[in-house]
């Protein structure tokens, strides 16, 4: 009997899917919609198409083939290309104002040459040496490379302190915070590099010598992007790495090539996110280890002013220490830094104050000792130094726990720390600091870094400092109106300040990195395309065959629906007000797929708090769905369904 029964349900579920496919069939005149969604190419897709183009031959030093900007997202670089009739090791210099603004870089030997040429100025004619040897003569060329101005958005120094007398000649490399581009000033506070595709996060030399930085495309709002490339600076990409669950902050390139990648689990049931750390096999892009943090430590405990339920923890960084085989985190919301043991998971110790934390792990905590001693605030940035100290951004937000004992903003610092702990006694001592002496003039209440160059060789970023009306905020920029925003970075030696640079915006990190690398090397082909970024999950619903299937009228209109084709994901966006049903509908071989449009500011958790203006609840706000490639194939139609009425968008997409 209850087999009878199942089988009856079986027939009736896929007679209704079958109404519904036909009645989807009959509604269009053909079987697939005509046009097909407007295709964005992406940037490994583009490079190709571009490096198919160039030729070496026929252009020799005297005449040879010069390629300003060859990726078309590194305006400050150039190729050069020309062949030799023996191998030959040219070397390039290119000018700068002075000694330390001029760079130089000796190539492997070859016959066919491609040169990578870095450190141009703006809207400059810039000079360019090559020399080499060949057959026991030396020849010189003299070359003028032109270059474009810099976008009107670029952001430049408003004071630069240099003493060159202790200064090489690395550049700085910054990410931005909000607007501005990532970006790289020499010694005297002149751009000399940046990409202009939008890049978040850190910013930092692999072994091999490529950069590594975030992809310009978003997984989820507000920051949550698709993975990272591994690039060179010419923009040349080598792997693009895409997770599942998307990377944020940081990440810690390991001994063995692997990448530890601060992630996120979307599909996590608490909803949460910014709690969540993945090693990435570098080689194939699975992941192969992860640690979630809601299995190591108490949300509810040591809560500071911007804990919320969603984002408890807020890791902006990952270290990795050999010595400990130990990984170090930041937790900005609980005002915690907290290890833990690489191989089991286990929590070592957790740095910071210990109010507001339950007794179980009270015994993590360490006993301050010595004079001076200060505890860090919503930190960033924490490392292991090779000495053992635990070096980091103290961002010193409120400096207590305690509501009614918060310190204000225009009383507050931020400061780079140095702690020697001893995790036998479980005692920490503060061994050195740079940026209480500066007041409230050097305060961040949110991002920032510091940066271990040596022993007694460090930078302090004070990259966060925001004012409105006139005086310091608490808060990161965007909550305040008419916000001043600064971005203050300082090198010290032996404590004394050998660069300081200030920008007029925020910045969130700061690599202070050699423009060439010996071990990088230029390579034509296609880049690597590792990982994926998962299946996108199908509503769980009874499909109904008696939905009306309109064309686009006014009211569809009127949300601005944007349908477009990304390399591996379908990407639709519009604008809707809050509690709209809204639902992509692909339809391929009478079988229907339906996905929902969460409308939410924060839609990778239903569980958070939506806060909407006035204005928005009125007018709506723009929401982004994309569908991964993962379990598709083939041509299917789209229709969007907005509060049970479906349109047809005439459109198609293919995986």
Known sequence: MKKN??????????????????????????????KEAKQIVSLVQEQYKKEKQWKTKDYSIENPNIIVNPYGNSPLTALILFETENEV???????????????????????????????????????????????????????????????EDMILPTDVKSNKKKLTNDLYFYTPSSIGYTCAYDVNGDVRWYLNNYALWKIDRLENGHL????????????YMTGLYEM?????????????????????????????VASDDFNNEDGTVEDYIVELDRTTGKIIKTFDLKDILNMEDGKSENWISYDWF???????????????????????????????????????????WSKEYQKYFFKPIGDNFEWQWSQHAAMITPEGYVFLLDNGNNKSKIKEEYVSAENSYTRGVMYKIDTKNMTIEQVWEYGKERGSEFYSPYISDVDYLKENHYIVHSGGIVYVDGKNFNQPAGFGKDATLVSDTVELLDDEIIFELKLPTNTYRVEKMSLYNEKEEFKLGEAKRLGSLGQTELEKQKFSPFLSVKEMDKEYKSHNIEITKEIDRLVVKGKFQRKTEVKIVLYRNMNLKYYDIIVSKKPYTALCVDLF????????????????????IGKYSIYIEIDGILYNTEEYVEF
């Open 5 to 34: 029964i199942g089988i009856l349900i079986l027939s009736i579920s896929v007679l209704i899917l079958l109404i519904a496919a036909l009645f989807l069939k009959n509604n269009n005149e053909q079987y697939m919609n005509t």
């Open 89 to 151: 090791s040219p070397k390039v210099i290119v000018q700068g104002k002075d000694e330390l603004s001029t760079y130089s870089h000796t190539f492997k030997k070859s016959k066919k040459h491609y040169l990578s040429i870095y450190g141009l100025y703006a809207e400059k004619e810039n000079t360019v040496s090559i020399e080499y040897e060949e057959e026991g003569n030396v020849i010189q060329k003299e070359l003028k490379i032109k270059t474009d101005k810099l976008p």
């Open 212 to 223: 590594l930085v975030s992809t310009e495309r978003l997984i989820n709002s507000p920051y």
């Open 232 to 260: 060179d600076l010419l923009g040349k990409i080598y792997t693009e790495f895409n997770l599942e669950g998307g990377y944020h902050h940081d990440y810690y390139e390991m001994e063995n090539g692997n990448l530890l």
């Open 314 to 356: 807020h890791n902006n960084s990952v270290w990795y220490d050999k010595k400990t085989n130990s990984i170090t985190l930041s937790g900005r919301h609980q005002d915690a830094v907290i290890n833990v043991d690489y191989k089991s998971g286990k929590l070592n110790w957790i740095l910071g104050d210990s109010t507001n």
């Open 613 to 632: 203006t006035e204005e928005e609840d009125k007018e709506g706000i723009n929401v982004t769905k994309y569908i991964n490639e993962a379990g598709l």
